[in-house]
């Protein structure tokens, strides 16, 4: 079970008090009337699905009952940082894979 | 391929079994194949099986990164059944019961098919419509069904809770009594000497690191082993399946999350059928070893870890423990995750791609095993004629864009 801290409540909380929303930055279309059917259908039902370090959103349901944005590893499990809604991650898979090559730098060096 | 009969049971024993053929070749990967297949699980060995014995295609490849069958075939709880709501899913998923009738003698391979009936239960007024609904649906469509009462249920299954005192009360059920359970090892192990008869390559311990295209057409794929060519590949990765469309930019209307499953120690017979419920979520069989084989639900959120959360595996043991008092003390032996590739409408995406060449069958979700002779049957015949099989048309990828969408959530028993 994940223990996930709210950037609202600023807390530390149990998975259960949470549900997972899916996909996080996934802009609506601004005029869905002028876009194909595969666009409507790209922003309805497909997703990147990554495995390793995903956007996600989660619904603080028991606490504040507000939607917030996750960056979480989906091999590791790992949850690296938590943001508010709007705000843009400062952890994403170039980060991690940038950090990765300066730390493998600096046991050669 | 040396039949396997009770007279060759008799002979090897003679020799103290140690002479006994291995079941399928372990090649390496040649230069170029006619398909490839990645992915060695039931589905994907089902697929090479029929492509090679009704197609004539011989000229296959089946590359798994693990060992075969080593997925979610070995991680489900092995009930097949066909009473899914729609048209199109229950032809489906019946044509792959039909197969099931007859696999073990088809494959000379005993996969322990065992015919003992699915219970779905109902708990509430609406779940009783539901399930009426459906049960008038399924016989409609040919597929056999009755509607329970709790008496009726009572009776099949005596050991059930019917109290009308509980939180959930049972009210009824649907009653498939051609459903049962399958042996899922046996089941992969059984398609892939099959396929392995025909001269299909089986390559395990070879993972596919990219899909190579060229001018919008399948080249080959690139292995841990090196490249190996092919005209066509036929992604049936699972879970995985966004991880290999990612290779060729493509997206899929699918998440991946982990389903688990467990058992507990080996007891007496008690339970002759499968108990679903959708509604208090739990799913309780008892294997011919024994133990009771349980299936908890999947994860809210994406993952890949193949483990699952503890409060799921706690809310389907409270759900099974309501419904069957006397299970309460019985000890869990083993749990494990599964990934699994969820789709919107909990139904297959069985299609070819923009990428000529390339094909998917995946989305099975969590309700897979039942499908795999079916799945791998419709999707040779994809394969083969490059166009779906009148079976698998309506699950095509196109659905998605079309707004032809099967919708099996709930309708279907699904229990997820």
């Known amino acids: 079970m994940h223990h996930i801290y709210c950037p609202y409540c600023e807390e530390i909380r149990e998975e259960e008090e949470y549900s997972y929303t899916g996909e996080a930055h996934i802009e609506r279309p601004k005029d869905p009337a002028s876009i194909s059917d595969d666009a409507w259908a790209n922003y309805i039902f497909f997703r990147t699905n990554p495995r390793g370090i995903h956007h996600e959103m989660w619904y603080h349901a028991a606490g504040c009952r507000r939607y917030f944005n996750a960056t979480r590893d989906t091999n590791s499990y790992q949850i690296h940082e938590t943001y508010k809604m709007g705000e843009l991650p400062t952890v994403t898979a170039k980060t991690i894979a940038a950090d990765a090559l300066t730390a493998l730098q600096g046991e050669v060096s | ?416």
């Open chain 2, 1 to 416: 391929m040396k039949k396997y009969s009770g007279f060759s049971l008799f002979k090897h024993s003679l020799s103290h079994h140690e002479n006994w053929q291995a079941a399928w070749r372990s090649p390496q990967p040649k230069k170029e194949y006619d398909v490839i297949i990645v992915g060695g699980g039931g589905h994907g060995l089902a697929t090479a099986y029929y492509l090679a014995k009704v197609h004539g295609i011989t000229n296959v490849a089946v590359v798994e990164k693990g060992y075969l069958g080593g997925g979610n075939t070995a991680r489900n709880t092995t009930i097949v059944r066909s009473n899914y709501l729609w048209d199109e899913a229950s032809k489906l998923y019946d044509h792959s019961l039909d197969l099931w009738k007859d696999l073990s003698q088809d494959l000379n391979y005993n996969v322990m098919f065992s015919q003992r009936g699915v219970l779905n239960l109902g708990h509430t007024l609406q779940d009783m419509r539901d399930i009426e609904r459906r049960v008038n649906a399924n016989r409609l469509n040919g597929i056999d069904g009755v509607v329970l009462d709790t008496a009726g249920v009572k009776e099949i299954v005596p050991i059930i809770n019917d109290s009308q005192d509980i939180r959930y009360p049972v009210l009824g059920a649907s009653w498939q009594a051609t459903a049962g359970v399958a042996r899922h090892d046996a089941v992969a192990w059984g398609f892939a000497r099959g396929a392995d008869s025909f001269g299909v390559d089986l390559i395990q311990q070879c993972e596919v690191v990219d899909i190579v295209t060229e001018e919008g057409a399948v080249v080959g794929v690139k292995t841990t082993l090196g490249f190996i060519g092919a005209k066509k590949v036929a992604c049936v990765t699972a879970g995985n399946s966004g991880v290999m469309a990612a290779m060729v930019g493509l997206r899929l209307p699918i998440e991946s999350r982990p389903l688990q499953a467990l058992v507990s120690e080996p007891i007496k017979p008690i339970l002759d059928t499968v108990v679903m419920s959708n509604a208090v979520h739990a799913y309780v069989s008892q294997s011919d070893k024994g133990d009771l084989v349980i299936g908890a639900g999947t994860d809210s959120y994406n993952g890949y870890g193949q483990r699952g959360s503890f409060n799921v595996v706690e809310h389907t043991l409270s759900a099974i423990c309501e419904l069957f008092p006397m299970f309460s003390r019985v000890r869990m032996n083993r749990a494990w995750g599964g990934v699994v590739d969820t789709c919107p409408d909990a139904c297959p995406i069985i299609s070819k791609t923009s990428i000529k060449g390339l094909f998917f069958n995946c989305g099975w979700g969590t309700g897979g095993f039942k499908a795999t002779p079916g799945s791998g049957h419709v999707f040779a015949h994809t394969l083969a004629h490059d166009e779906a099989h009148p079976l698998a048309a309506p699950f095509s990828i196109d659905r998605f864009s079309t707004g032809h969408l099967i919708d099996e959530h709930g309708a279907a028993g699904v229990a997820h």
